[in-house]
Each structure stands twice: as C-alpha cells, then as structure tokens.
C-alpha cells in the first residue's frame, strides 16, 4: 500500500526535474554557429572549428560565470580570438592531434588582440623581450642572410637554465615582425616559435605559434595569415 501512495510522488518528482527551468545551468554553444564579434568597426566571423578555446568579449571574464558568454550575436568588441588552422592549407585542425601535441602541434595557433595603432608598439615589444629595459650589457646581434631577419640569443626571465633564440625583420629602422623561439635546457634545441606583428586592417596585434622547423617560412605565415583573418571579415 506504501509503495502505491509514493509512486505518484516518485513521478511527480521525477516531472519536476525534467520539466523545471534549471537557471543555473548554461548550455553549451552550439558547434554549428561560427565565433563572431566587432574588430575596429568590423565584423569577424569565423567558423568554429578553428577556434579551440573561447574567445573573449568587452566587458566580459572568463572567470567570471556571472557574466562570461552573457552576449549573443556578433555585435559586442572582441578583445582576444584564438584560432588553430592547419599549416600550409590553413583548414580546420585535427583536434585530437591538436592537443596531444601542444607546443609541437604542427598547424599555426593564432591570437588576434585588438589594440589602437599607437598602443603596440613592436620595437618596445622586441626590447622588453631583450632584456633592453634593464640594465646590463647586450647580447651579440647576427644577421641570418637566409632568413633576413636579425637574431641574438639570451637566457629565459623565468628559467636561466634555458637559452631562447630571438629574431626579428627590421628595415629602415621599422621593426615589422618579432619572433621569439624558446630553447631547452642546457643549450638544447628550441622547441616552440612565437611570432607577433601588427596587422593594420585591424589595428590588432596578432602572434601566431608554430614549430621552429617552419621558421625559414615566416614571410609565408605572416602573409596567409593575414589572408586568413582578413577572409572572415564579413562587413
């Protein structure tokens, strides 16, 4: 007779659950919607299976479950959009590959940072990279006549074990791009590039990582991928 008076309860309970709004619950973006915002005054819109990690919005913190992804539609500024392409077709990544390889995943990890002309600057950039701002002599600047870029090499800030290779493309006193290649320990081999450089369309900062083997391509990458974030401007 027990078992008779509560199951009507048991099922009006188990109504509850399924049928009650749960506020407290966010859904997860849906993988068929691109990852869009305002750059400069334009609109991005990139599909989302280049973009690995979320992107970051005006007014917004990832941290902050009050008011991360509170926006909708591509209206609100970006402040950070990540992207992974494969390299050199730039199509969507193998995810799996992706992130059992890490620092030696062998596509391009892309960050656009919108910034004003005025606010990044890549010669204060290259300095503070080089120690410049400190005092203390300088390390010895070679020129790579293969690659046309300048290159010296100095101990990393947070591991001095750790010897990092720097290179940069200077001309008429212009720096127009900035490498930073961290080496192992002991004097071993680099192991992960980091490349940054304006990109002018969209008064942002863009650093794209990839694996030191690809570094003779640098003109390449910097210039496709300039052709493939200006590609997914839609107004």
């Given at each position: 007779?027990?078992?008779?008076?509560l199951?009507?309860?048991?099922?009006?309970?188990?109504?509850?659950?399924?049928?009650?709004?749960?506020k407290?619950v966010?859904?997860?973006p849906?993988s068929?919607?691109p990852?869009c915002?305002r750059?400069?005054g334009?609109?991005?819109?990139?599909?989302?299976?280049?973009?690995?990690?979320?992107?970051?919005?005006?007014?917004?913190?990832?941290?902050?479950?009050?008011?991360?992804?509170?926006?909708?539609?591509?209206?609100?500024?970006?402040?950070?959009?990540p992207?992974?392409?494969?390299?050199?077709?730039f199509?969507?990544?193998?995810?799996a590959?992706?992130?059992?390889?890490?620092?030696?995943?062998?596509?391009?990890?892309?960050?656009?940072?919108?910034?004003?002309?005025?606010?990044?600057?890549?010669?204060?950039?290259?300095?503070?990279?080089l120690?410049?701002?400190?005092?203390?002599?300088?390390?010895?600047?070679?020129?790579?006549?293969?690659?046309g870029?300048?290159?010296?090499?100095?101990?990393?800030?947070?591991?001095?074990?750790?010897?990092?290779?720097?290179?940069w493309?200077?001309?008429?006193?212009?720096?127009?791009?900035?490498?930073?290649?961290?080496?192992?320990?002991?004097?071993?081999?680099v192991?992960?590039?980091q490349?940054?450089?304006?990109?002018?369309?969209?008064?942002?900062?863009v650093?794209?990582?990839f694996?030191?083997?690809?570094?003779?391509a640098?003109?390449?990458?910097i210039?496709s991928?300039?052709?493939?974030?200006?590609?997914?401007i839609?107004?």
């Open positions: 007779m027990s078992a008779i008076i199951l009507p309860i048991f099922c009006f309970f188990i109504f509850l659950i399924v049928e009650s709004p749960k407290t966010v859904s997860p849906d068929t919607q990852v915002g750059v400069f334009k609109t991005i819109s990139v599909p989302r299976h280049y973009v690995m990690f979320w992107a970051e919005y005006e007014g917004e913190s990832s941290w902050d479950k009050e008011t991360f992804r509170r926006h909708t539609g591509c209206a609100i500024d970006l402040v950070s959009l992207m992974v392409v494969s390299w050199p077709d199509q969507p990544p193998n995810q590959k992706y992130f059992q390889q890490g620092l030696r995943f062998e596509g391009l990890d892309i960050v656009l940072t919108p910034t004003e002309s005025n606010g990044f600057d890549l010669r204060s950039r290259l300095n503070f990279l120690g410049r701002d400190q005092e203390g002599g300088l390390e010895p600047v070679e020129y790579v006549e293969s690659l870029l300048y290159l010296t090499r100095r101990q990393d800030k947070t591991f001095p074990e750790n010897t990092n290779e720097y290179y493309r200077e001309e008429d006193g212009d720096i127009q791009a900035v490498f930073e290649c961290l080496g192992g320990r002991n004097g071993g081999k192991y992960s590039c490349g940054e450089f304006f990109l002018e369309q969209l008064a942002s900062k650093a794209v990582g694996t030191p083997d690809k570094l003779d640098w003109k390449k990458i210039d991928t300039k052709t493939f974030v200006l590609s997914n839609v107004d």
